[in-house]
């Protein structure tokens, strides 16, 4: 949403291809998992009378329209891409298929999940953690607003305290809110390490990949 209160902004936009942009000139192969929050949250949906399954559906709809605006914004940056979808929508994206997802990236081009697995009742962060097992990637990155993970809600508390490193086991202990239970405890499993940071400042993309740790890193 960047300033705005709802929709898409097309600075932010800009921005997040840019950054994506440089960590690809790194040679590091990329794919993206991206809400749908801006447009339509399907946990909200029964407040207004609408059936859960029904609103689920509904965002996982708005999550291929910020994916399709993601992509186009990444062409223009002149990024070569693929839009695969949990449900069939073959007009606008590809159906998920695993080693076809993984032979998009072994070409060098950015992979963009949409629509979650296509599920009801799971988050795109269940939807991160199970497509980076599923193409076998070394880390799941989690954009926030905030820089890491605290003890508190930094944006409520100010006496929060910033982890550099924390356990899954720890975060578990001190039910810490990184991801929703389902997708976190996928990536403890399979021993996939988890990086949280902000997404929105400037150069932190590619400070993460090339290991300088400005977030909190889960493993």
Do not use: W
């Amino acid at each position: 949403m960047g300033s705005k209160q709802y929709g898409i902004d097309p600075v932010r936009l800009e921005q997040y291809a840019q950054e994506i942009l440089k960590i690809k000139e790194l040679g590091v192969e990329v794919a993206i998992v991206i809400g749908g929050g801006n447009i339509f949250r399907g946990v909200e949906a029964e407040a207004s009378g609408i059936d859960r399954v029904q609103g689920d559906y509904m965002g996982m709809l708005a999550t291929v329209i910020n994916a399709m605006a993601l992509q186009s914004a990444l062409e223009k940056a002149g990024l070569y891409t693929r839009l695969m979808s949990g449900i069939k929508m073959e007009q606008v994206c590809e159906p998920f298929i695993k080693r076809r997802a993984v032979r998009h990236l072994e070409k060098g081009r950015i992979v963009i999940f949409g629509a979650g697995i296509g599920n009801p009742y799971f988050t795109t962060d269940s939807t991160a953690s199970l497509r980076a097992i599923e193409v076998q990637a070394d880390v799941v990155l989690k954009g926030t607003r905030v820089d890491g993970v605290y003890t508190a809600d930094p944006e409520k508390d100010p006496s929060a305290v910033k982890y550099s490193s924390i356990s899954f086991q720890e975060a578990y202990e001190k039910e810490l809110n990184i991801m929703d239970m389902t997708a976190f405890t996928l990536c403890k499993e399979n021993q996939l390490p988890i990086i949280v940071f902000d997404m929105n400042k400037k150069g932190n993309l590619t400070d993460i990949i090339q290991g300088n740790n400005n977030g909190t890193i889960i493993k």
